[in-house]
């Protein structure tokens, strides 16, 4: 299987969760939060990210309200999205966030930490879930399609 470089982000108004993952594309885990500043900062500290990861795409949690539509806060992700991706010069893949802060919540309670004194962890965790997801996407397709394109040995 072909390696590969994602970062996850979770993008709020004050900060961004960011995540990556492992050359094989098994396993995301959370890397740091920005704190929100200015575009030009964070797209700094990202494209740091990028050059020591060799990152190849960007996710990116999309916030769906929960009837699946596209909201206010959906719509500032996509812009900002289309603002990175043009800075950055890397394609943007979007993933369903909904649930996604709510789970890392419950995550960080099972191990007995605040996530009220915690939001930076919690956006952390967020983006790794959001990446995760994504990754176990892009295999589940990849199997398909190898499944799609051997022969059936029963057919011959």
């Known amino acids: ?48 990210l990028i050059q020591q990861r060799q990152v190849q795409v960007l996710v990116v949690g999309l916030p769906y309200s929960m009837d699946g539509s596209l909201g206010f806060q959906a719509k500032q992700v996509q812009k900002f999205a289309k603002r990175l991706t043009a800075a950055l010069q890397l394609p943007v893949e979007y993933m369903d966030e909904r649930l996604t802060s709510f789970q890392a919540e419950q995550l960080l309670q099972a191990e007995n930490i605040s996530p009220s004194r915690n939001k930076a962890l919690i956006d952390r965790k967020a983006a790794a879930l959001i990446l995760q997801q994504w990754l176990d996407q892009r295999r589940s397709q990849k199997m398909q399609d190898s499944a799609m394109t051997t022969p059936n040995s029963a057919l011959m």
């Open 1 to 48: 299987m072909a390696r590969i470089s994602a970062l996850g982000l979770d993008v709020g108004r004050k900060r961004i969760g960011v995540a990556g993952c492992d050359g094989t594309g098994l396993i995301a885990t959370g890397l740091t939060t920005i704190e929100y500043k200015s575009f030009v900062q964070v797209v700094d500290q990202l494209r740091d």
